[in-house]
């Protein structure tokens, strides 16, 4: 992948990234942690911590052809994992998702995974060629 189609595809993830802003899913979160079994008390959190980790380095754009291959590799660290997969405690709660019924944590969780991905193979791209 030549510079030109890096620093697009940066750009790409950048107004996704800005596009992803939207008010918390609160209500959804709530509606969630109520039909599990056991107690929930940190979904809000962890997933506010999440997908701020997300939007911030998607919203780096172009500035992240600056870093350091080091740099790229910790951020492609940080960005490797899926919310789930990040934390699989709250792996059951995926049998509450529904676009009908939680539809902003739904899309919000689509939006973020988009650009989670959209990232990780930007920056393995960068890594390969040294851009």
């Known amino acids: 992948m030549d510079r030109e189609l890096i620093e697009a595809?940066?750009?790409?993830i950048r107004e996704l990234s800005a596009e992803a802003v939207a008010p918390f899913p609160y209500a959804d979160c709530r509606l969630v942690t109520q039909g599990?079994?056991?107690?929930?008390?940190?979904?809000?959190?962890?997933?506010d911590l999440w997908m701020s980790?997300?939007?911030?380095?998607?919203?780096?754009?172009?500035?992240?052809?600056?870093?350091?291959?080091?740099?790229?590799?910790?951020?492609?660290?940080?960005?490797?994992?899926?919310?789930?997969?990040?934390?699989?405690?709250?792996?059951?709660?995926?049998?509450w998702l529904s676009q009908e019924g939680t539809p902003a944590l739904s899309e919000d969780l689509?939006?973020?995974?988009?650009?989670?991905?959209?990232?990780?193979?930007?920056?393995d791209e960068m890594l390969k060629e040294s851009v």
Not at 38 to 43: A, G, H, P, Q
Not at 84 to 89: S, T
Request: glycine share 4%; proline share 1%; charged share 35%.
């Open 53 to 95: 980790k997300i939007a911030g380095y998607g919203s780096r754009g172009r500035r992240l052809m600056r870093l350091s291959r080091a740099e790229l590799r910790q951020i492609r660290d940080a960005v490797s994992l899926s919310f789930i997969e990040e934390h699989p405690q709250y792996v059951k709660l995926t049998l």
């Open 36 to 47: 599990a079994e056991e107690t929930i008390t940190d979904l809000i959190t962890d997933l």
């Open 9 to 12: 595809k940066l750009e790409e």
């Open 110 to 123: 689509d939006n973020y995974e988009r650009i989670r991905l959209a990232l990780s193979a930007v920056i």
